[in-house]
């Protein structure tokens, strides 16, 4: 199964341009914190952008949070952006500028998870680590006869993706990108294509005649309408734009949107704006 599944990468595996020689464990970071929640196509762009302003931690670790971010745009979850400056401080202060490659080291940056380190280690260094990806559970998933993962990882998901997972370094990082791979562009969530697929013989889920989702009741739904992270998103293209704006014009732009004073309070507790007297700013811009 794993011979399948990598020789389909080397003939079908995108070429993104963080997977290409070169790409240093900083821009993996990079690319692994846009990645999060966004699809491909608007990562890259981002990340070009990221990496040719600030090809170093050190030098995002002196950007002001408003150039941050301002920089993040549309990318959706804005605090991502101020986490990342947060660890360019830290490894430029700790690390003597050098992302670190031990997952401990990794672990313990701010906002950096057991995925995020272990896609740094295995895609940036070339190391063998556990990454377990949405992809990556979902294809595992289904070659075990379950249609989806459960909501939550669980250890014996971990405990598979191990036994699976090659002993040297650079076939354990490969092994890695492949499967991912496999579940972004065949084994979709919805509409898998079984027939592109290398390893749909082995697939239990298939041989059953796609059993439904067993955990389908307990999966959170996607809203986007009318939640608090739709009336964010308006305030802070705002912000970014214009730097500051009146809240009472503000909550005019948002006319009887919902969750407009939960919006507006998120974004001050969550660093990302500040409220001086009437108006709301950018976080990290000057207040007059």
């Known amino acids: 199964m794993i011979e399948k599944i990598l020789a389909w990468y080397d003939t079908c595996g995108r070429d993104l341009p963080w997977r290409r020689p070169g790409t240093t464990p900083w821009e993996v970071l990079l690319c692994e914190v846009m990645s999060q929640q966004t699809p491909v196509a608007r990562v890259i762009p981002a990340w070009e952008s990221w990496r040719r302003r600030w090809p170093t931690p050190a030098d995002l670790a002196e950007a002001s949070e408003a150039d941050v971010l301002r920089a993040w745009d549309r990318l959706g979850y804005p605090r991502r952006a101020l986490r990342l400056r947060e660890c360019a401080r830290v490894i430029t202060m700790r690390h003597a500028g050098r992302v670190p490659s031990g997952m401990e080291e990794l672990l313990a940056l701010p906002g950096i998870g057991p995925y995020t380190a272990g896609a740094v280690r295995a895609f940036g260094f ?18 075990g006869g379950r249609a989806l993962p459960p909501p939550s990882l669980t250890k014996a998901e971990e405990a598979l993706a191990r036994d699976l997972l090659p002993s040297d370094d650079a076939r354990s990082a490969r092994w890695n990108q492949a499967i991912m791979e496999l579940g972004a562009l065949v084994c979709t969530a919805r509409t898998p294509t079984c027939g592109s697929c290398p390893v749909a013989a082995e697939c239990r889920w298939r041989e059953a005649d796609y059993p439904a989702d067993e955990h389908a009741g307990r999966r959170r739904s996607q809203a986007w309408e009318g939640t ?3 009336a964010r998103g308006m305030i802070m293209a705002v912000l970014r734009e214009r730097t500051s704006a009146d809240v009472a014009e503000l909550r005019g732009m948002l006319g009887d949107h919902p969750r407009t004073e939960e919006a507006l309070d998120g974004l001050v507790a969550d660093g990302l704006a500040v409220a001086s007297g009437t108006r709301l700013y950018l976080a990290g811009s000057l207040i007059p």
């Open 126 to 143: 070339g190391k063998r680590a556990l990454v377990l990806d949405t992809n990556i559970r979902r294809v595992l998933a289904r070659l």
């Open 228 to 230: 608090a992270r739709q």
